[in-house]
């Protein structure tokens, strides 16, 4: 019995998506029941990166056959789903879901700046992107794309966001890993507040920024670039008020 096809049985009888530490559970609960076959006991302790190893075998063999679907990791859980080419007939057959409206290009360039910045709060992300970001803000908050991440220690105390795990199902990545590169987003400078003085830990100085390590200066103060691709469309709700004078 290989490990790859017990999980493939598992991954197309499951309703939802599995995650890696999932698929163990259920190799050594079964390995555990009274009347369990003999053979089940060989992966009561499968470790983590034998199960990853054959799920990515599994996804690459489904791949290469060239089926009508395929093994897909999203946001840390796999799953089985049909190629995008099949979907008229699907659509006609299961009918349509209703989906939220998609993001307006504010809220896209919000988001990305979140993205690959985060923990950020939003006097980081206006200081980028030069306008107000509140009412954005909220709106990908009510989405659940991104959530609240602390305080930052510095005064003021203000509130930091992180995307979620809604986010990367969005966007249908594993993890955030799987971003693509934009390494100039995470260097432009932001000042920051104050650092709160603690009696361990000295005054930080003044308007501290972070370095700023691009080929072009004059980027610096331009807009965030269109890391996440998605289709944009006339601002509706999620408009963001102009930038305070």
Request: aromatic share 6%; hydrophobic share 45%.
């Amino acid at each position: 019995m290989e490990l790859k096809f017990i999980l493939e049985a598992l991954l197309f009888t499951a309703s939802k998506p599995l995650s890696v530490t999932e698929l163990r559970d259920v190799l050594a609960k079964a390995a555990s029941e009274d009347d369990a076959p003999a053979e089940t006991t060989a992966f009561r302790k499968t470790p983590m990166a034998d199960l990853e190893a054959a799920l990515a075998a599994l996804a690459a063999e489904h791949e290469a056959a060239g089926r009508s679907y395929r093994l897909v990791c999203v946001a840390g859980a796999w799953q089985f789903v049909t190629q995008p080419e099949h979907a008229p007939w699907l659509r006609s057959f299961v009918g349509v879901k209703g989906r939220p409206t998609r993001l307006s290009q504010p809220a896209l360039e919000t988001l990305a700046v979140i993205a690959y910045r985060q923990p950020a709060t939003r006097a980081e992300v206006e200081q980028i992107r030069g306008v107000a970001v509140d009412g954005v803000i909220a709106t990908l908050k009510e989405r659940d794309l991104i959530e609240e991440a602390g305080r930052a220690e510095v005064v003021g105390r203000p509130m930091q966001y992180a995307t979620t795990r809604a986010f990367l199902e969005y966007f249908g990545l594993p993890s955030l890993d799987a971003l693509p590169a934009a390494d100039e987003l995470r260097r432009i400078p932001v000042q920051r507040p104050e650092a709160l003085v603690t009696a361990e830990t000295p005054a930080a100085p003044p308007t501290e920024q972070m370095s700023l390590e691009m080929a072009d200066p004059a980027a610096a103060g331009a807009p965030a670039p269109e890391a996440l691709e998605a289709p944009a469309e006339n601002p509706g709700p999620e408009a963001e008020p102009p930038a305070a004078g």
